[in-house]
């Protein structure tokens, strides 16, 4: 517990504050000495209803603020607690996009491997039909089909010998 005094009005008051608040109640002290002197005309005759009426100035211009922000006191803890849910919402949403791209992402490289392993592979090979021509295209399957046949012929003969 700390100990803050403020001079009000020329006068010194010793108030109790939580530790780390002393230079925020410096500053309200101050607010209040400077409404004091805003109304060095119009002082009553007691200390007491001084600072009571520099307090309804304060409450006055506090409440006029409020109604300008268009805001009840009652209502801005809602709407924080409101807010902070929906960054705690958006964070969340914003973890998840990111590891479904990072899927995403491993599934695109993935498949330009295998599309880069294709063309490898396919590279020293020539295309079986690399004429737009029918007949040229029926001629080279009848050759493929005759390759096969001797294939298959060769392949009969070796098996008859063993």
Do not use: W
């Not at 010793?14 to 004091?36: F, Q």
């Not at 949403?93 to 993935?110: C, P, Q």
């Not at 079986?128 to 298959?152: G, M, P, R, V």
């Amino acid at each position: 517990m700390s100990e803050v005094t403020l001079r009000i009005a020329g006068k010194a008051y010793k108030v109790a504050c939580a530790d780390g608040e002393e230079a925020h109640l410096a500053r309200l002290g101050s607010m209040i000495d400077e409404k004091l002197n805003q109304l060095q005309g119009n002082l009553a005759g007691t200390e007491a209803q001084n600072l009571l009426f520099a307090a309804l100035f304060l409450a006055d211009e506090l409440h006029e603020t409020r109604e300008a922000l268009g805001e009840d006191p009652r209502d801005l803890a809602s709407k924080i607690q409101a807010l902070e849910e929906g960054a705690k919402n958006a964070e969340k949403k914003t973890r998840e996009l990111s590891l479904e791209l990072n899927a995403l992402r491993a599934e695109r490289d993935a498949i330009a491997n295998d599309l880069a392993n294709m063309k490898s592979a396919a590279s020293g090979q020539e295309p079986l039909f690399a004429t737009d021509n029918i007949s040229s295209k029926l001629e080279q399957l009848e050759q493929l089909a005759d390759l096969i046949e001797k294939c298959a012929d060769t392949l009969e003969a070796q098996a008859a010998t063993h």
